[in-house]
């Protein structure tokens, strides 16, 4: 053929990957996105409510009623729906069933208001009925994701044990739990420095740092810096919680000391792959990407505290006096809080981008940046106040972390009411 035949054919049409199809009646990734987390962004309004209310009257069950709305309701509800949605994504295959997911959805929900009904009230009973449904949800929650590693062709191991791992540490912790609503006691044994061990580091713990591994590069457009760390991680923090949580049970300084260190080794393999992210990243990064990796160097600050607290003092699960308030400042204000701040801001926005076809937000560097430096320095002042029992000077520090967190939920819940309003998620 010559070359001016050659030119006048046109070249072949590129093929388009077509989206694939949703069966009639399925659920989409979405649908199970947004489920969990309206819920989810309910329960911490409701929460930040009690907490006001607290505040104000003195109500006496109101600052664990808070607590608890917060964390089992709230950011509980936000692990389920995110976990699920990343591992279809990761696998490439469709979400659990509908009818599974609205059974998770209802035995989680019943279950997180017949613990707060059971102390409210003053219903010992309600405490073991809500355990048990909080425990059948995780049988379904583990049971979805066996399903859609059954029906995936695709192999995402690492991913997929994390949320394993947060099931099986959460169990125990639902036990003791339930012990401690019955009054329980044995001798030496620390049921509520365990019950905070397995709920708090067992349960959102190992779900935050797993879902960082992809998380993390996916906020920061770039690729997991040292994969090979992440098996490491997941060993080393699930060795760390059940040995911390060992130690502060039955009250041994040398375990719990033993089990800090581990923890602290696998938030350091952690902390390498942020860094590695965050100096491959493109200028500017997103908001939500500088609030998580604020929460990530909190968590470093907080675990070290730990460890030299049980080192020196032989203290318990969040140690004692001055040191608990810091680690408490650190690692809940700082690390859980800003965590799962800056995902609600970035996963919400994803929603509307999918659902309703809205853009992402642009990064702001000036306004962003201001931002996130004062929640840094509000975090790390509240944390030195504690520390150093400087009293005079708590009040502001933690006027400033209110501020921002003011300011970051006004963001989250604009977002979720949208969300609500024009992604119309079905479940």
């Known amino acids: 053929m010559s070359p001016t035949a050659s030119a006048a054919v046109p070249p072949a049409p590129r093929r388009r990957c077509r989206p694939r199809g949703v069966a009639p009646g399925a659920l989409r990734p979405t649908d199970v996105l947004a489920a969990f987390f309206l819920l989810g962004v309910a329960y911490l309004a409701a929460g930040a409510l009690v907490a006001g209310a607290y505040g104000v009257t003195g109500w006496s069950p109101g600052r664990w009623l808070a607590v608890h709305l917060v964390f089992v309701g709230g950011i509980s509800q936000l692990v389920l729906g995110a976990s699920q949605f990343f591992v279809g994504a990761f696998l490439a295959t469709d979400p659990p069933a509908r009818a599974l997911v609205r059974a998770q959805l209802i035995l989680w929900n019943l279950g997180t208001l017949a613990v707060a009904a059971s102390v409210?009230?003053?219903l010992p009973a309600g405490a073991e009925i809500g355990a048990l449904g909080l425990a059948a949800a995780l049988v379904l929650y583990a049971r979805g994701l066996r399903g859609m590693e059954r029906r995936s062709l695709q192999r995402a191991r690492w991913a997929v044990r994390w949320y394993y791992a947060c099931a099986a540490l959460l169990v125990p912790g639902l036990a003791?739990?339930?012990?401690i609503a019955r009054g329980t006691t044995w001798p030496g044994v620390d049921l509520?420095?365990?019950h905070l061990t397995l709920n708090l580091a067992g349960w959102l713990g190992t779900?935050?740092?797993?879902?960082?591994?992809?998380?993390?590069?996916?906020?920061t457009a770039t690729r997991l810096s040292f994969p090979r760390l992440e098996g490491w991680t997941l060993g080393g923090w699930a060795a760390g919680v059940c040995t911390v949580a060992t130690g502060v049970a039955l009250g041994h300084p040398a375990l719990a000391t033993a089990g800090w260190l581990t923890l602290l080794g696998a938030a350091a393999c952690l902390g390498a792959n942020v860094v590695g992210s965050l100096r491959a990243a493109p200028a500017p990064l997103p908001l939500p990407a500088r609030l998580v990796a604020v929460g990530q160097a909190a968590l470093v600050a907080g675990v070290v505290i730990a460890v030299a607290t049980t080192a020196m003092t032989g203290g318990g699960a969040l140690a004692g006096g001055a040191p608990r308030g810091a680690m408490a400042a650190l690692l809940i204000a700082g690390w859980i809080g800003l965590t799962v701040l800056g995902s609600l801001l970035h996963l919400l926005s994803i929603l509307l981008r999918v659902r309703a076809h809205r853009t992402m937000p642009t990064a702001r560097p000036k306004t962003d940046g201001a931002l996130v430096a004062l929640a840094a320095t509000g975090v790390a002042a509240l944390a030195a106040t504690q520390l150093l029992e400087l009293e005079a000077a708590t009040a502001p520090a933690a006027a400033v972390v209110l501020a921002v967190y003011g300011l970051l939920a006004g963001r989250v819940l604009a977002l979720a009411a949208r969300v609500a309003r024009v992604a119309r998620p079905s479940v």
């Open 120 to 122: 409210v009230f003053a």
């Open 176 to 179: 003791a739990g339930a012990l």
């Open 192 to 194: 509520l420095g365990a």
């Open 207 to 219: 779900a935050i740092v797993g879902t960082l591994h992809t998380f993390f590069p996916s906020l």
